[in-house]
């Protein structure tokens, strides 16, 4: 098989993994479906206060740059949720500030 046929096949398996659960859930959707579209949005917060506090707390007693870079992030986004009171833009604005944070370094 060469290289197109390999493309288009996992181009379908992607497409039909998209499209599956509104064709199964096409009547009516579930409820620990929509509950746990309640839930999703904190916890990716959670997730990604946890990643970026995990070598903080590691190393507590001499922070390097990338820490401190991480540690700027938390408080910028912080102050961008509570001004805006957006999760999706206090998501992509604060992981957006620490990687242009960290590629200055």
Known sequence: MDIIAYITIIAAITAFTR????LVFYKKVPNIVSNLGMI?????IAMIFIYSCN????????????????????????????????????????????VILQSNI
Not at 19 to 22: E, K, L, V
Not at 40 to 44: K, T
Not at 77 to 83: A, E, M, Q, R
């Open 19 to 22: 499209f599956a659960p509104f």
């Open 40 to 44: 999703m949005p904190a916890s990716l």
């Open 55 to 98: 070598n903080i707390i590691l190393h507590t007693p001499k922070l390097d740059k990338t820490d401190i870079c991480n540690i700027v992030g938390i408080i910028f986004t912080i102050i961008i949720h509570k001004i805006f009171k957006n999760i999706l833009l206090s998501i992509i604005g604060g992981t957006t500030f620490v």
